[in-house]
């Protein structure tokens, strides 16, 4: 069992930046793939950015690559979300997951595949 908690979203202007947070406990979270979704309203979940084990491997969406950034610590069992010039159409609801039977070095893409799910940060952004 994983228990994932986001925090970090809110309304900001377009161009502006954000820090997603999501703390994790249960499971070791060393030896869990992460990833982070989003779903806006009317939308399905699209998947954001991934990272593996260690953080070695990452993986983004075409739609961001370049404005956010995944990160992880595991001595804080934490993964981040640092968003960059964002747009209004990265209005969503933004959502971590955990998958905990990946292999070290793999970035997991699809919703499926993921075991555990946080409960989600709005994030707003203003044109």
């Known amino acids: 069992q994983v228990q994932l908690v986001e925090s970090g979203g809110g309304l900001v202007q377009a161009g502006g930046s954000l820090r997603l947070s999501c703390a994790a406990s249960g499971h070791s979270f060393s030896s869990c793939a992460m990833g982070w979704f989003r779903q806006a309203p009317g939308k399905d979940r699209e998947f954001v950015a991934a990272i593996s084990w260690t953080g070695g491997s990452t993986y983004y969406a075409d739609s961001v690559k370049g404005r956010f950034t995944i990160s992880r610590d595991n001595a804080k069992n934490t993964v981040y979300l640092q968003m960059n010039s964002l747009k209004p159409e990265d209005t969503a609801v933004y959502y971590c997951?955990?998958?905990?039977?990946?292999?070290?070095?793999?970035?997991?893409?699809?919703?499926?595949?993921?075991?555990?799910w946080g409960q989600g940060t709005q994030v707003t952004v203003s044109s």
């Open positions: 997951a955990a998958d905990i039977d990946s292999r070290p070095t793999m970035v997991v893409v699809t919703t499926a595949s993921y075991d555990y």
